[in-house]
């Protein structure tokens, strides 16, 4: 099971910071990572994180902008996501997965950002 928050409503150039909480799987052996479906759009895949930490993703649009970060103690994965944009409105699912977007992966409910003046 994964639960996400967070999620709100901030103005552009703002900050947000997303936490998932994982249970039910062996957190620790599991690519974990955040996508996001925008109005009217498909599943975007936004960030990834390895097992270990070490190894990260993030779509181009995000870069230098987002960071991901996991603790395996805790079982949480967290966005931190600075200087936000229009563009960024959407909802974010927390997922399993290198993708996070197959199939296969599992996603949470999701929690809603909204960036507007």
């Known amino acids: 099971q994964l639960v996400e928050s967070g999620g709100g409503l901030a103005q552009p150039g703002g900050s947000l910071r997303l936490s998932c909480a994982a249970s039910g799987f062996d957190f620790g052996m599991y690519w974990m990572g955040w996508v996001r479906q925008a109005p009217g759009k498909g599943l975007e895949r936004v960030s990834n994180?390895?097992?270990?930490?070490?190894?990260?993703y993030y779509v181009d649009s995000v870069k230098g902008r987002f960071t991901i970060s996991r603790d395996n103690a805790k079982k949480t994965v967290d966005l931190q996501m600075n200087s936000l944009k229009s563009e960024d409105t959407a909802l974010y699912y927390c997922?399993?997965?290198?993708?996070?977007?197959?199939?296969?992966?599992?996603r949470g409910q999701g929690t809603q950002v909204t960036i507007s003046s």
């Open positions: 997922a399993t997965g290198f993708y996070g977007t197959a199939p296969s992966d599992v």
């Open positions: 994180i390895g097992p270990d930490g070490t190894r990260v």
